[in-house]
């Protein structure tokens, strides 16, 4: 009397490899839909130099091996595994030559300021910093100490600020985000490098908004008077 070996997923049917294609599907792409690499002809990839330079930048932003005070805990913690920032393509770098940018992730002091744009100085154009909870932004409850910076922005130039005391690393990703977006910008428009600039800027850019909604609104409210007549009744 024979054994009858049981058949098991090693004996079903493996479907043959279709090859690789040749020319790559648009539908099918791995570059997000919104990035100005999509458009694709068979083999070649259609863009600026620049967004391709700004591409590849933002999705590589190595920041600096420096903590400073108690939100520095919060920043490690963001680059370990529950959040990990490395998703993103950010890594520590222990040397400021070899990073892109910085957290300020603390209160500074006179004593540290020197220290700071020391650090600033030494990393490679271009760069960014990203100030990161209320003593970095503003002095958080020290401001007004004799010894205290109000804010690090009167040292070296800030880019992105992150409220709070201090910011939840949720609140620290979305400030990452945030600087990948004004990376992918940098060469087609003017990034504003300080607070005041940034503010007259987002002011602007509401004028913008609240025109536009009102000229949107004087169109809705004609083609009604015309739909409809002063006395209420629709025109036969």
């Known amino acids: 009397m024979g054994v009858v070996r049981r058949r098991g997923r090693a004996d079903m049917p493996r479907p043959r490899p279709t090859g690789i294609r040749a020319v790559e599907q648009i539908s099918e792409h791995s570059i997000p839909e919104k990035s100005p690499l999509r458009k694709v002809v068979p083999g070649v990839f259609m863009g600026q130099i ?3 330079f700004n591409w590849g930048r933002k999705n590589s932003l190595w920041y600096m091996t420096f903590g400073i ?19 993103f393509g950010s890594f520590f770098r222990a040397s400021p030559r070899q990073a ?4 300020i992730s603390g209160t500074i002091n006179e004593k540290m300021a020197s220290r700071v744009k020391l650090l600033y100085d030494q990393m490679a154009e271009p760069k960014w910093i990203l100030a990161m909870g209320a003593c970095a ?9 004799y010894n205290v910076v109000p804010g690090v922005d009167k040292v070296i130039p800030v880019d992105v600020y992150i409220p ?4 939840r690393p949720e609140a620290l990703l979305d ?16 990034v504003p490098r ?11 850019q509401r004028a913008v908004d609240g025109d536009t909604q009102r000229a949107a609104d004087n169109d809705t409210e ?6 409809v007549g002063r006395d209420g009744r629709v025109p036969s």
């Open 50 to 52: 620049q967004r391709l």
């Open 69 to 87: 005070a108690c939100c520095a805990i919060e920043m490690m913690a963001t680059g370990a595994a529950r959040w990990d920032l490395d998703r």
């Open 100 to 103: 892109d940018f910085m957290f």
């Open 137 to 145: 932004c503003t002095g958080g409850p020290f401001a007004g100490l």
């Open 164 to 167: 709070g005391c201090p910011p």
């Open 175 to 190: 400030g990452l985000l945030r600087l990948q977006k004004l990376v992918g910008e940098e060469g087609f428009r003017a």
């Open 194 to 204: 300080t607070a005041t600039q940034r503010a007259a800027d987002s002011d602007a």
């Open 222 to 227: 004609r083609a009604a008077d015309s739909a």
